[in-house]
């Protein structure tokens, strides 16, 4: 199946703090990604859609000047998060679209000091 | 998307078939019914989808009930490693960009025991 990478798989960082997290179509282009969140023993949440050379659309209830996604090629979308705080901390996961199905990355834990 | 049921939990011995349930009494004539896992700390994998007819590929079988108001995963012979969290999903055609934003429930824990 199609691959998607994200990077770092880890990341530790101190609170007041930003951390960009890259989730990469290996062997397609994607012109859509998902970013998803998860809290300890919860499920995947949706954040956000991802279009490339477009804005992305937010779901409700998540802070778009706090998790900014930029797609600016067809291979990678950024996620940031700015100025974050221990409650920040989570499991982003990222998503694809190849050949009509939804690839996963790896996930990037963040812990928020 | 239609919403779906599944247990917390289950557990199966090691090399014995896992059958694990699903409820989606809701769904839609059109939509499909996915099953995604996630190995504790990494992102979900894709197993199998259908959408009226019985499926069978590598990993697992899927059998869908006439009525497509349930369905089931079966993993034929667990092994340790088939230890995970399952998600049934069901969400429409591949349409647009919509369709593609997965509603994950709680989905159920396998543990595979030895």
């Known amino acids: 199946g199609a691959v998607v990478s994200q990077h770092p798989s880890r990341v530790i960082c101190k609170s007041g703090t930003s951390v960009k997290i890259e989730c990469r179509s290996l062997d397609f282009q994607a012109t859509t990604m998902f970013w998803y969140r998860q809290f300890p023993k919860q499920s995947l949440m949706l954040m956000a859609t991802?279009?490339?050379?477009?804005?992305?659309?937010?779901e409700q209830g998540v802070e778009k000047d706090k998790f900014l996604i930029n797609h600016a090629s067809l291979t990678l979308s950024t996620l940031t998060v700015t100025s974050a705080h221990p409650e920040d901390s989570s499991f982003y996961i990222c998503s694809a679209i190849e050949a009509g199905e939804l690839f996963f990355g790896e996930g990037s834990r963040l812990t928020v000091l | 998307d239609a919403k779906t049921t599944q247990p917390p939990s289950m557990d199966c011995a090691e090399g014995r078939a896992a059958n694990l349930p699903c409820n989606h009494s809701t769904i839609s004539g059109n939509e499909y019914v996915y099953w995604y896992r996630q190995i504790h700390s990494q992102g979900p994998q894709y197993i199998i989808h259908g959408l009226k007819n019985n499926e069978t590929n590598e990993m697992a079988s899927l059998i869908i009930t006439e009525d497509r108001k349930s369905s089931t995963l079966i993993l034929p012979h667990a092994t340790l490693r088939d230890t995970a969290v399952y998600y049934c999903?069901?969400?429409?055609?591949?349409?647009?960009?919509?369709?593609?934003?997965?509603?994950f429930g709680k989905g159920t824990l396998l543990t595979v025991n030895p």
């Open positions: 991802s279009n490339e050379g477009s804005k992305a659309t937010y």
């Open positions: 999903i069901v969400r429409a055609p591949n349409s647009g960009g919509s369709n593609y934003k997965l509603t």
